[in-house]
Nanobody
């Protein structure tokens, strides 16, 4: 069974850094899209950063210039380097992927069908 395992979350002061990792049980090069999402209490889940099928990288405006997403296919791992963290970055962070030709053919990168368990990031002043 395919799994995505996110790790690296923690508590950090504003201005600090964290690096999240998402280890995949399958070859990451087999995924059409991979990305990071987050959900803060009382808020809807939002897209943070994604690598699309043509390797285009898209960042949310709120993290542009502070976060960097990368993918290491040799290690089957997706990363999110988060610098200059702000209080509003506090959330549960999830990694996700689009897998399966049929699903990708129908939805492209608009519907992620494989999700990790989440890792909590808490930023304090």
């Amino acid at each position: 069974q395919e799994q995505l395992a996110a790790s690296g979350g923690g508590s950090v002061q504003a201005g600090g850094s964290l690096r999240l990792s998402c280890a995949a049980s399958e070859y990451t090069y087999s995924y059409f899209c991979m990305g990071w999402f987050r959900q803060a209490p009382g808020k809807e889940r939002e897209e943070v950063a994604v690598i699309e099928s043509d390797h285009t990288i898209v960042y949310a405006d709120s993290v542009q210039g502070r976060f960097t997403i990368s993918q290491d296919d040799a290690k089957n791992t997706l990363y999110l380097q988060m610098n200059n963290l702000k209080l509003e970055d506090t959330a549960m962070y999830y990694c996700a992927a689009v897998r399966g030709t049929d699903h990708y053919s129908q939805y492209g990168c608009s519907d992620y069908n494989s999700w990790g368990q989440g890792t909590q990031v808490t930023v304090s002043s």
